[in-house]
């Protein structure tokens, strides 16, 4: 169970979607358009390879094997929503490749500043990892700055399952909750390499709170960052992993991953606030409270990762319509359609009780493997979201396992108000890629 963040007031709505609280995202499975671009890319150069078989996504999140299709480098980017289908068949590329990109004009508070934008679709790995393809949003600074600028892989929090809220999209609009992070770190001449997550913007059911999922995601869009074309980057620049609560969840998880998922990159630090650390105790904090709507939309994103956990034969018949419809919802419409709700009332079963459920919630849940870089792991005492001892516990984790943590508890802080405290989180950052030491609180 992961949460989304930010009080309501700064959350006009986009369309259908929100902000903050609220986003998250992903189009309905279009076979015709999805030929379509198959084709397209056939032309522009990827050709069919003669290596044999490979599972591939489809609309709908099904799979099918076919032929691996050679990677090529990036192909033209389709115009309008079509951008978020990938092809058919995925190239045999590696995690992190740039099947297309497109740069957006800078709006609301990046309007006016010295940077590009660019959306893009990537190769990533899903949590049984097969490749998928996941879209996101890079953030250039001023070309002057480029040479020398670390990249962060940010992970934003909660958008919502919906089909209207990705964050790639919503930061195009110059409407996201989150995105007064991308003008701070303008400012600072730092790179933004953020994920839409698996599912988010692409076809399929976001696969929420699946941790290895969000951690492939989340590194993969630093890669991408890193081979866009002409961003005039460095070939090795310092790598760094921000987010706040379902983004604290993503981050951490990337620090956890990093070190056998991509030892290449020059990963120097972690900063996760809000941190889901334990997704059974967050689940049972939440259950039958405002926040109840996300225990569902985790149960929906683990069945969309584990289809053997059969989330479909568990649903009670009169809450059918409602569970189909928080697939298309942003989280400002989702939380008030579910608050108050307990698992009882939409499950057969209590899942966080069933073994095999419960297997999976343990799998998607962080401390298990040590961090080779510094974190900075932040919460508020307060926090009725996210159940603030099990973030302390994932600090104590940590530091027993000779982690350099700094843990920072905001004593009169909720979930909220945690979130704004990026001074102290950028500061952190600004710290490690200037070279200083951290001091561990362990």
């Known amino acids: 169970m992961s949460a989304g963040d930010r009080r309501p007031d700064r959350c006009p709505m986009s369309g259908p979607g929100g902000t903050r609280p609220g986003r998250g995202a992903y189009p309905g499975g279009m076979p015709a358009a999805r030929s379509v671009i198959i084709a397209i890319a056939v032309v522009l150069g990827l050709t069919v390879a003669a290596c044999g078989g490979s599972t591939v996504g489809v609309p709908g999140g099904g799979r099918v094997a076919e032929a691996a299709v050679r990677y090529n480098g990036p192909v033209a980017a389709p115009a309008g929503d079509a951008f978020y289908l990938p092809p058919r068949v995925l190239p045999a590329g590696h995690p992190g490749d740039i099947l297309w990109s497109r740069r957006v004009p800078p709006a609301g508070p990046l309007a006016g500043l010295d940077i590009e934008l660019h959306q893009v679709l990537y190769l990533s790995t899903d949590a049984s990892g097969r490749p998928d393809a996941v879209s996101g949003m890079i953030m250039l600074p001023a070309r002057a700055a480029r040479a020398h600028a670390p990249v962060i892989g940010y992970a934003t929090g909660t958008h919502g399952l919906g089909d209207a809220c990705a964050p790639s999209k919503l930061l195009a609009a110059g409407t996201d909750a989150w995105i007064d992070d991308f003008a701070l770190a303008a400012g600072k001449g730092w790179v933004m390499a953020a994920t839409d997550y698996e599912g988010s913007g692409t076809p399929g059911t976001p696969t929420y709170s699946v941790g290895r999922s969000e951690g492939h995601a989340v590194i993969d869009a630093v890669r991408a960052a890193q081979r866009l074309p002409d961003a005039g980057l460095a070939h090795d620049p310092e790598v ?202 362990c």
């Open 240 to 441: 760094a992993y921000w987010g706040y609560s379902q983004g604290g969840g993503g981050a951490a998880w990337a620090g956890e991953l990093t070190r056998t998922y991509a030892p290449e990159l020059r990963t120097v630090a972690v900063v996760a606030g809000g941190v889901p650390a334990d997704l059974i105790r967050v689940s049972e904090t939440v259950d039958g409270a405002a926040w109840a709507g996300v225990v569902f939309m985790t149960a929906l994103g683990l069945d969309a990762a584990y289809p053997e956990l059969r989330l479909n034969d568990h649903v009670v018949p009169s809450a059918r319509a409602d569970l189909d419809r928080l697939r298309t919802l942003c989280l400002k419409e989702a939380l008030p359609a579910f608050a108050g709700k307990h698992i009882r009332d939409i499950l057969t079963v209590d899942l966080l009780h069933v073994p095999q459920w419960r297997a999976r919630l343990t799998e998607n849940s962080l401390g298990r493997t040590p961090l080779t870089v510094p974190v900075f792991l932040y919460h508020g005492r307060k926090d009725t979201v996210v159940a603030f001892n099990q973030a302390e516990t994932l600090a104590h984790t940590y530091c027993a396992a000779g982690v350099n943590v700094t843990w920072r508890p905001y004593n009169d802080d909720d979930h909220d108000a945690a979130s704004y405290r990026v001074g102290d989180a950028t500061a952190y950052l600004a710290d490690r890629f200037s070279g200083r030491p951290a001091t561990s609180t």
